[in-house]
């Protein structure tokens, strides 16, 4: 028992943590919800004078036959039932409004931070996973709403105000009817913890199915290429049973709950009509007081089950509300502090230098070790190496995607652990292997690449870019949505939107990934004297796939297993590192010294 009693308190203080973490979202409607307590307040007293009146309606009005003071009491009554109404409905459209608003910045606030959260978090996490946390999480908290807390506040006013009312009218029905309390309350508290546990499981539970759902609709070509239709469906029901599974054992705790909840509040006015008939029999109590009193043991026992209610959905807001703020106190991506030299900067020049560099994505197994090179201002620089070498772990650093590596990453001499994160990727653009395109405009995809883009910036982007004669061809030129992943797009056209993105910006830095991996050669060709207009002026980093796009490079640097194999020019290379050599010869059939590649 004392054990529990520990891990109540515990319980207890973090959710209290919690709450008060979830206060600051109702500050700026202060007056609103002021406005509202009155409402509330104004609600109660109209509500209890309602018994009074019915009691001298019966007590006075009828048995003395006093017709216009039983039409006094009448429009009395009448007045105090429709403005308790008209107050009430009004109350209610405050407080929606507030919990609306209030879901509404949590969604955003949620949503802005998952965005900032560091790639290592993003890779362990699916998509599906984290839209339930933003869906359906952030929706489960109308439990802890302010509404919430000032009603449970007034109803405990309630049946306090109508307890002590109960015992003025005749203290000895009021303590006959007090017998069933305890019952009630015991059950209060067995039903709330059975519920916060069970709406911990269902909440986890319908996670993983959406995550399982975003899945397969993420992925319907390779489920269909390799014909896992029924596998796949199979393992969604697997989840979609175990879900529904802890949604029943809810649905039967709610009707259980209920049924207990309403046999002991339909007990209790069955009682004080027996007894209390029996003492109006006896003269003791008069008919008006029976009635009052069986009007306050409703104002009574309603609060207590409105309570619970609270309780319950408390229970329920309360895990959602715990697993929203564990995203939350996962720590956002780190935004440097501008320093004084890099604080009057705009663009960077673009000259870069990686020293001694070490990194690893999971402990003890290292991905870079030692890396050192320069790339001078709008010189070409290329990576190549087998697959695994750690070209794109390079460019993944340089944007400051990842943060805990070793060494220094230097652009224009100032490391950029130093420079605002903000500043490096306005200044860089990557073209990737596999470009995402949204379910967008052509416009609006080259558009989000840049700051408040023009139409003439779009377009002359796509010029460089080669991008703006297959547009133009299109029925609604810049103006067509290109569908999901640009899925009206050839894999030729896709690059170059992408390469149109990069550019729309005008980077000093512009990184390749492998831009030409998967296209044929005449599409290749296209892209590739697409990228060779984009090159001008700029720094320019390439991971090269086909080495025959990278011959001309200044430099090109030799990856294997992590570290610098080699580094020089295409010529170079292929005179003394045999690395390099292998990579020919595996792209080319015939290759000598003397023949051109």
């Not at 790639?119 to 869906?135: E, I, K, T, W």
């Not at 649905?251 to 007894?275: C, D, E, K």
């Not at 980093?541 to 001309?552: D, K, Y």
Request: glycine share 6%.
């Amino acid at each position: 028992m004392m054990g529990n009693e520990k891990v109540d308190q515990k319980l207890t203080g973090k959710s209290l943590k919690l709450l008060l973490r979830f206060a600051r979202y109702f500050k700026r409607f202060k007056l609103l919800i002021f406005t509202g307590f009155i409402c509330l307040v104004i609600h109660l007293l109209l509500t209890l004078i309602q018994p009074i009146i019915s009691k001298l309606i019966i007590d006075k009005a009828l048995i003395q036959g006093d017709i216009k003071l039983l039409n006094l009491l009448g429009i009395l009554f009448i007045t105090a039932a429709v403005f308790s109404y008209l107050i009430s409905s009004l109350r209610q459209y405050i407080f929606l409004y507030i919990q609306q608003k209030v879901i509404l910045n949590v969604r955003k606030d949620l949503t802005g931070h998952i965005l900032n959260l560091p790639l290592s978090f993003h890779n362990y996490q699916n998509p599906g996973y984290l839209m339930a946390r933003v869906d359906s999480d952030v929706g489960n908290l109308s439990g802890v709403m302010t509404d919430r807390y000032i009603e449970s506040l007034l109803d405990l006013l309630m049946l306090l105000t109508a307890s002590f009312i109960l015992f003025i009218l005749s203290w000895k029905l009021a303590l006959f009817s007090l017998l069933l309390l305890p019952f009630f309350l015991v059950a209060v508290r067995y039903f709330s913890e059975k519920a916060k546990r069970l709406s911990a499981d269902m909440q986890e539970s319908h996670a993983l199915t959406a995550s399982s759902l975003q899945e397969i609709f993420s992925s319907v070509f390779t489920i269909r290429i390799f014909n896992k239709e029924k596998k796949e469906i199979n393992g969604f029901v697997s989840r979609m049973i175990h879900y529904l599974s802890t949604n029943l054992k809810m649905v039967r705790l709610n009707l259980f709950s209920n049924l207990t909840m309403g046999i002991i509040a339909t007990l209790a006015p069955l009682i004080v009509i027996w007894y209390g008939g029996y003492q109006v029999i006896k003269g003791e109590i008069t008919i008006g007081t029976l009635f009052a009193f069986n009007m306050y043991l409703v104002y009574m026992f309603n609060p207590v089950r409105k309570i619970y209610g609270t309780i319950q959905s408390l229970s329920i807001s309360m895990a959602s509300l715990e697993r929203i703020f564990q995203i939350f106190d996962v720590p956002p991506e780190n935004i440097s502090p501008v320093t004084a030299e890099t604080h009057s900067r705009k663009s960077l020049s673009g000259s870069i230098a990686f020293k001694d560099l070490n990194f690893s994505y999971i402990k003890d197994k290292p991905v870079l070790k030692g890396i050192s090179f320069e790339v001078k201002q709008d010189q070409i620089a290329a990576l190549v190496g087998p697959s695994g070498a750690g070209k794109t772990t390079v460019f993944n650093l340089l944007l400051r995607l990842y943060q805990d590596f070793n060494g220094h990453i230097l652009i224009d001499g100032i490391d950029i652990r130093e420079m605002d994160v903000k500043l490096i990727r306005r200044s860089i653009r990557l073209v990737p292997q596999e470009p995402f395109l949204f379910n967008r405009t052509i416009f609006e995809n080259i558009a989000f690449g840049g700051i408040g883009s023009s139409r003439e910036d779009v377009v002359n982007a796509a010029k460089i870019a080669m991008a703006d004669e297959f547009i133009e061809r299109l029925h609604n030129g810049y103006d067509t949505i290109i569908g999901q992943r640009g899925a009206a797009l050839s894999g030729g056209e896709k690059q170059r939107i992408s390469l149109a993105r990069a550019l729309v910006a005008n980077p000093k830095i512009l990184l390749l990934d492998e831009a030409t991996a998967f296209l044929d050669s005449k599409t290749e060709s296209l892209v590739q004297e697409a990228i060779n207009n984009a090159l001008k002026d700029r720094t320019c980093m390439i991971i090269a796939h086909r080495l025959t796009t990278v011959m001309n490079a200044r430099q090109i640097i030799v990856l294997n297993n992590g570290q610098i194999e080699d580094i020089g020019t295409h010529d170079e290379l292929y005179s003394n590192c045999r690395l390099y050599q292998e990579l020919c010869r595996k792209q080319f059939k015939r290759i000598s010294k003397n023949e051109p590649l």
